[in-house]
């Protein structure tokens, strides 16, 4: 059975694809400094799979102990999510941000270089694309100035990855291209905790609904959309975990040594239809207020899917409702289980 090292696997999108590696008859390894997620998401984990999966409390800037997870365990790849993430915060503390996203990554292909673990999947982003010119956006289009620091470590980390791979370090990479993960588990058992006020849409709603926060503000509704608000392509994460185990594979198939998707509905929503949607589905009213724009949001972006359905065999299959309700089952699970979350 093969390892896989994961790394922020205790996060929001790792503890997904941590669930469905198992669920494949992978071994995955989690590596994680625990900075933006707790140790209990280990027991959720547990109680979907029946297994604990093996866990290392580790920072990755730390290579010494990073290297001793290396000599312990033989990887056949490794899926590298752990980074800060929190826009706003990155504008703030760019060096911050570009210490920890860069020497982390850069300390992981070191030691697959040296430990010869040949295959990498690589959580990047949408926002390389900014406010594409042509939308549904296709993999082709322009990587722009990135808008945030957070954004330019995506961008940097996606460049040192491919020269890394030229100069033959590793064999392969697939980075994946994500748009907006939200939902849950269907079992409710992990989902999306953010330790601090949310800055993302679907955890404010269902935190306002069940009553930590007075109310969602809603960015903007004069934009250039049919109802003025901004439209993005929200993708279910538990779809969007499974385009991980379906890249793994893709290398083990295909010689090709860089390969970028997009991972994503291919459907543009906007935040009205994402309130409405949650309203209609979880019978709740929500308080809400229309404020002036975010600075930095783009007006629309939705994904052009068909090269990850193609070549990567992988297709989103949740609904928006059913994902939408998976969110609100989690965040009412949660907030009975335990005091500690
Ligand atoms: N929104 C609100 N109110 C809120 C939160 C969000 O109206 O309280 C709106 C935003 O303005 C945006 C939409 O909801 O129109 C989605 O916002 P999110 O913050 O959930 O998602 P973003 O598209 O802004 O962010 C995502 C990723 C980031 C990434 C960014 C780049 O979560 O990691 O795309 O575009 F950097």
């Known amino acids: 059975m093969g390892k896989v090292l994961v790394t922020g696997g205790t996060g929001y999108i790792g503890s997904h694809t941590v669930v469905e590696l198992m669920q494949t008859g992978l071994e995955p390894v989690i590596v994680d400094n625990l900075s933006n997620s707790l140790m ?84 990047s982003s949408c926002t390389v694309y900014g406010q594409p010119e042509e939308l549904p956006v296709t993999e082709n289009a322009p990587v722009v100035k990135a808008m945030s620091p957070y954004g330019n470590t995506k961008q940097i980390a996606e460049e040192i990855i491919t020269d890394a791979v030229q100069a033959k370090m590793i064999e392969q990479a697939v980075l994946l291209r994500y748009f907006n993960p939200i939902g849950a588990h269907p079992s409710a058992k992990i989902g999306e905790l953010p330790l601090n006020v949310p800055n993302n849409l679907v955890p404010f709603i269902t935190q306002t609904a069940i009553g930590l926060r007075e109310e969602l503000k809603i960015f903007g509704d004069d934009y250039n959309t049919p109802d003025g608000s901004c439209i993005r392509d929200y993708i279910n994460v538990v779809d969007l975990a499974k385009a991980h185990i379906a890249a793994v594979k893709r290398m083990k198939e295909s010689a090709i040594p860089v390969e970028v998707f997009n991972v994503g509905t291919g459907n543009g929503v906007s935040v009205f239809e994402v309130v409405n949607a949650f309203q209609r589905v979880s019978g709740q009213d929500l308080n809400y207020s229309i404020v002036g724009r975010r600075s930095g949001d783009v007006e629309k972006v939705y994904a052009d899917t068909n090269k990850a359905n193609e070549l990567l065999g992988w297709k989103a299959e949740k609904s928006l409702d059913e994902t939408i309700l998976s969110a609100w089952e989690w965040e009412k699970y949660i907030r009975l289980k335990d005091q500690n979350y």
């Open 40 to 123: 209990e998401v280990l027991d959720g984990i547990c109680e979907i799979t029946g297994k604990q999966p093996l866990f290392y409390e580790v920072d990755l800037k730390d290579v010494t102990k990073l290297k001793r997870i290396f000599q312990e365990n033989q990887f056949e790849s490794v899926i590298h999510f752990a980074a800060y993430k929190a826009v706003g915060e990155s504008v703030e503390k760019p060096l911050l941000y570009y210490e920890n996203n860069l020497v982390s990554l850069i300390n992981l292909l070191k030691l697959m270089s040296e430990f010869r673990v040949n295959s990498l999947v690589f959580s």
